[in-house]
């Protein structure tokens, strides 16, 4: 199994920055991908960036340009820099893990994921 811890989200105001970061541990499986989820209150959850196996990442339209996906595998952690946050980005925020193959395509279905950490919650106000 594996388990995931997120960390790094707070309150901020529109514009303003932070970096989540999501760390890995039990089982290391050689091939994996990872990706960051959102869920506002009354929405459904949402992908927001995946990176696959080989290290190409995909973004959500809503983010793209404003949020960078990355990884330090030697740390088995996931990192999210989102900047020029607007009140809209306001949710919990979770990290997801999925086992095996992962194609680029899926990489921000929400059922393609195994695993997943607890949330953290990002609050922009205006």
């Known amino acids: 199994a594996v388990h995931l811890v997120e960390s790094g989200g707070g309150s901020v105001r529109s514009g303003g920055s932070l970096r989540l970061s999501c760390v890995a541990s039990?089982?290391?499986?050689?091939?994996?991908?990872m990706g960051w989820f959102r869920q506002a209150p009354g929405k459904e959850r949402e992908g927001v960036a995946g990176i696959d196996a080989d290290g190409r990442p995909r973004y959500a339209e809503a983010v793209k340009g404003r949020f960078t996906i990355s990884e330090d595998e030697e740390k088995r952690t996931l990192y999210l820099e989102m900047t020029n946050l607007k009140p809209s980005d306001t949710a919990s925020y979770y990290c997801?893990?999925?086992?095996?193959?992962?194609?680029?395509?899926?990489?921000?279905?929400?059922?393609?994921?195994?695993?997943w950490g607890q949330g953290t919650q990002v609050t922009v106000s205006s």
């Open positions: 039990g089982y290391y499986y050689r091939t994996y991908c």
């Open positions: 997801a893990y999925h086992t095996g193959e992962c194609p680029w395509s899926l990489l921000q279905i929400e059922s393609q994921y195994e695993y």
